[in-house]
């Protein structure tokens, strides 16, 4: 396997020393690799010369009684997985190369972008994101760096520091990828039975027929997600944990639906947490 792969910030400096005349595309990922990473990458490919894939799970944005331990972990798949897609180097750093104690300076986002949605059950969950996510971008110093739009409220709270802390970077949202079902690629779906899955594409369907009732002229945001509660109400084994439409940058609930918005939702099929989001548009 002739893929690079390095484990400190000093090694990978000395590895970009060379490239920085090039541009670089930087793929911050947690590992379990999956089709939806690799469009990802392959979008990196397509815009950069040097394409940068990390791996590193984040301890600082897993609460105490979260699943950071079993977390999936597959470092050797994820490696052939990103050779195969044309990486040019694989970052692995470890928690303490990437300076992790009980002192650590940390980012923190708005509250107003934070104390919502994910966040009302994550507590300091996306400030482990945004400091984490801050350090490997003043690390790496790419050119542009990559992220899923499935994690909607990740991707807003990232553009938000970038801005506010004049990081020189491009943030660029990626489509959510899904499988024939509708169901979301995520590592969590390894946690779920084969019914699971099956039960989980319930989330999709629910997002769709808010989409369906705003394309028909709806307007009123409590009307499209009783639209989606009602297809939720299909699978009792999913347990919602939030159904909320919101403005895709400020992550604000929205009184109507004069301008495009997101639906967001989060629930658990067989104690594991998905999430999902769409993009809603007034009728035209």
């Known amino acids: 396997m002739n893929l690079p792969l390095l484990t400190t910030p000093n090694e990978l400096d000395r590895y970009l020393q060379s490239h920085r005349s090039q541009s670089i595309g930087f793929v911050p990922t947690m590992g379990a690799l999956h089709v939806g990473h690799q469009s990802l990458i392959e979008r990196a490919r397509s ?8 791996i590193f799970v984040n301890p600082l944005q897993f609460a105490a009684d979260e699943d950071l331990d079993r977390y999936p972990r597959q470092l050797e798949i994820d490696r052939v997985i990103c050779e195969a897609a044309g990486v040019d180097l694989l970052f692995v750093p470890t928690v303490e190369s990437m300076g992790i104690r009980d002192t650590l300076t ?11 949605l994910c966040g009302n059950t994550r507590t ?36 938000r520091i970038v801005t506010d802390l ?34 989980a594409a319930v989330i999709y369907r629910s997002l769709n027929q808010a989409q369906k009732l705003a394309q028909n002229g709806e307007t009123d945001p409590h ?5 989606a509660q009602t297809e939720l109400n299909t699978v009792p084994e999913f347990h919602l944990e939030y159904l909320e439409i919101v403005d895709p940058h400020t992550l ?33």
């Open 106 to 116: 940390q980012v923190v986002p708005p509250a107003s972008m934070v104390n919502r």
């Open 47 to 54: 815009e950069n010369t040097v394409v940068i894939v990390s």
């Open 223 to 227: 009307k499209l997600l009783t639209a």
């Open 252 to 284: 604000q609930s929205i009184d109507t639906l004069d301008k495009p918005a997101l639906i967001a939702i989060a629930g658990r099929i067989e104690n594991t947490r998905l999430i999902d989001n769409i993009g809603i548009l007034p009728a035209v």
């Open 124 to 159: 300091g969950h996306f400030q482990g994101v945004a400091t984490i996510v801050a350090k490997l971008l003043n690390i790496v110093q790419p050119d542009r760096a990559y992220f899923g739009e499935k994690d909607a409220q990740q991707l807003a709270i990232i553009r």
């Open 166 to 199: 004049n990081l020189p970077v491009s943030i660029i949202g990626c489509p959510t990828l899904r499988a024939n079902s509708g169901l979301a690629h995520s590592s969590r779906n390894q946690y779920l039975s084969p019914t699971g899955r099956s039960q």
